[in-house]
C-alpha cells in the first residue's frame, strides 16, 4: 500500500470519528495494573467475533450490572465468554502477575480463556504492546499487497512515523468502516 493512500484512509477514520482511538493507541504505554488488564480482556474477549460497534454496547450492559450489583450473564447471554469474563475477573491478579512476569507474553495470554492466536495478538496490543494484529481485514490487505500483515504494518509506520499498533489500528478501522 502507498503511504498517500494510507495517509487518506486516516484522514477517512479521523472524519468519522475515530481519531481519538489514533490518539490512544499512538500514546499507549505497557499495562501496569490489574484492572486495566482485565478491562483489556474483557474487551477483546467480547469483540471476538462481532462488530465493535456492538461489543461497546454489551461492554456497557456489562457495567451496569456489575454496578447494580447483577452477575455478568444478565447483561450478555453468551455462556462461555460470560464463564471467561468472570473466572479471569476473579483471579485478575493472578493473570495479570503471569503475563507481566513471562518472556513469551503472546504465549501466555494464549493460554487464558477465550483468548486465541489471534486474540492474543489483540489482546497484546491493547496491553501496549507495539504489535500487529493479524485478522481477516489486515490478512486480506497483505494478501493483495502480496506482503504479511507484519512487513504491511512495518513498512506504512517506517513511512509515516507511526506506531506499528497504530498502522494496524487505521487499517482496521478503515476496513471496519468499509473504506477498503
Request: charged letters at 25%.
Amino acid at each position: 500500500m502507498e503511504v498517500t493512500r494510507f495517509q487518506e484512509l486516516r484522514e477517512m477514520v479521523i472524519a468519522a470519528g475515530f481519531g481519538d482511538e489514533i490518539v490512544w493507541q499512538e500514546s499507549l504505554k505497557p499495562c501496569d495494573n490489574a484492572d486495566e488488564f482485565f478491562n483489556q480482556y474483557m474487551w477483546v474477549v467480547l469483540s471476538s467475533g462481532m462488530k465493535n460497534q456492538v461489543a461497546r454496547i454489551i461492554e456497557s450492559r456489562i457495567y451496569a450490572a456489575w454496578a447494580a450489583g447483577k452477575p455478568t450473564s444478565s447483561a450478555f447471554n453468551h455462556q462461555g465468554k460470560v464463564k471467561a469474563i468472570d473466572i479471569v475477573r476473579l483471579n485478575k491478579d493472578l493473570y495479570f502477575n503471569r503475563w507481566k512476569n513471562t518472556q513469551d507474553k503472546i504465549l501466555c495470554l494464549n493460554k487464558m480463556p477465550w483468548i486465541g492466536s489471534i486474540t492474543a495478538w489483540h489482546l497484546a496490543k491493547n496491553l501496549g504492546d507495539d504489535v500487529v494484529k493479524p485478522d481477516r481485514h489486515l490478512v486480506r490487505l497483505s494478501q493483495a499487497e502480496k506482503t504479511t500483515p507484519q512487513e504491511l504494518c512495518q513498512h506504512l509506520a517506517d513511512q509515516t512515523g507511526y506506531r506499528i499498533a497504530t498502522v494496524d489500528l487505521i487499517l482496521w478501522r478503515a476496513a471496519n468502516l468499509g473504506f477498503i
